[in-house]
């Protein structure tokens, strides 16, 4: 196999990152934009020693599970329709999506000790599979007499002129459309940021990078949550998916109240506070929260104060500082660590303080599979259990979710 050779093979299944695979000659093969069942002509477009990537030519025999593209863009420099960055399933009929995720978070937890064991839950799809996100960030490109704002695409980093983006709500892409009057664009710099955000409370509100908005005058968003209204920071991090972000804390919550002998939480990267205040309100005895970011621990204490809810919220770059569990839990047999870490997952410190900390459970959040199942393994060889888990679809059409799982300490 050499790169521009053309084969004709079928798709098998679909990678984490939504490419297709094939096997052709002992080879795995990585197709994007296609899907399982399907018999497909590809032209190669790189070879390594273990595995090849190739694009799609010619769709031989389609599968009925292809749906036509829902998140396509005119181009304007070719005027065909091209993908909008980063939605790699837009072509797949969304419960085939929701399966084809499952089906790869089961492939990561497999392979750990305890995965042949691992309970997964049904996974939880997203009310709305399109206009659901709440925040998007946008780039500016000018040349040639004209200037874009859009997605960048990879690996060019060319951007992508959109008028209206195909998983914003409504709300934002009024918002867009209006930015995107002659007058406003001819004043953007190239490479530029353009942020849009909306809440109920607030609206739409934009902003260029290094600019603060005018609105809200304190730079603190009202976020709707399950524990109650939340003053979010500018810049801090919230989930896009509100529909599906409520019910991921409210599982939180339920599952947390379900073990009356640890009332004491643990809120690792706790953000402006949402999980545990949720799972104070669900029977938490005592709530220390830590997190890197000053404004977002500032608006955690001033959330815990208009909630009525006892809290401590200390600032700590979480990998770059020790951490000391004893001064933090009382007895570690009645405490509950919650983690939320991003996409990186968890520093190695703090998954091994976690795994030799004794603490009656443990529940992480995460984003990425791959740093999750590393971070469990390092839990289990400490003395936890692979309890239960639950895929949450925070992001339909892309290849990204979110999985919740609870982790028991061994007698």
């Not at 109240?257 to 029977?283: I, Q, R």
Request: proline share 8%; aromatic share 6%; with cysteine.
């Amino acid at each position: 196999m050499t790169v521009r050779d053309t084969l004709t093979c079928t798709v098998e299944t679909l990678a984490y990152g939504g490419d297709g695979i094939a096997r052709v000659d002992g080879r795995v093969l990585f197709i994007p934009a296609t899907v399982p069942g399907e018999t497909v002509r590809v032209r190669v477009t790189l070879v390594k020693k273990n595995f090849a990537r190739a694009e799609l030519i010619e769709l031989l025999e389609p599968s009925p599970l292809r749906i036509e593209p829902c998140c396509r863009v005119a181009d304007p420099d070719t005027g065909s329709p091209a993908r909008v960055p980063g939605c790699v399933y837009d072509h797949l009929g969304y419960a085939a999506e929701i399966q084809a995720k499952q089906q790869q978070l089961e492939g990561f937890i497999r392979r750990l000790p305890q995965g042949a064991d691992a309970r997964l839950l049904p996974p939880f799809a997203s009310p709305a599979a399109l206009h659901y996100r709440n925040k998007i960030v946008l780039h500016v490109q000018r040349g040639q007499g004209r200037t874009r704002l859009g997605y960048r695409q990879e690996p060019s980093h060319r951007v992508l002129d959109i008028s209206s983006c195909p998983l914003a709500c409504a709300e934002i892409n009024a918002a867009l459309a209006r930015l995107r009057e002659p007058a406003f664009l001819s004043g953007l710099r190239d490479g530029a940021d353009i942020t849009l955000r909306h809440t109920a409370h607030d609206g739409a509100v934009w902003w260029q990078a290094g600019n603060p908005p005018l609105s809200p005058p304190d730079g603190l968003f009202t976020e709707a949550s399950p524990a109650g209204p939340l003053r979010v920071p500018r810049e801090g991090f919230y989930q896009v998916n509100p529909a599906v972000g409520d019910v991921l804390v409210r599982t939180v919550s339920e599952w947390f109240a379900e073990d009356a002998e640890a009332p004491e939480l643990l809120d690792l990267y706790c953000g402006v506070g949402v999980f545990g205040f949720a799972c104070m309100k669900a029977g938490g005895t005592r709530l220390v929260g830590i997190e890197s970011g000053r404004a977002a621990v500032a608006a955690a204490r001033q959330n815990a104060l208009a909630l009525n809810i006892a809290g401590e919220f200390r600032c700590s770059a979480l990998g770059q500082e020790p951490l000391d569990l004893r001064g933090l839990v009382r007895d570690p047999h009645r405490a509950t660590a919650l983690v939320d870490p991003p996409r990186d997952g968890l520093a190695p410190d703090i998954a091994r303080a976690l795994a030799d900390g004794g603490l009656r459970r443990v529940f992480y959040v995460s984003c990425d599979p791959a740093t999750l199942t590393r971070d469990l393994a390092v839990l289990l060889c400490g003395g936890y259990r692979l309890r239960r888990m639950r895929l949450f679809d925070m992001f339909p059409r892309t290849a990204h979710f979110e999985t919740l799982a609870e982790l028991r300490r061994e007698d």
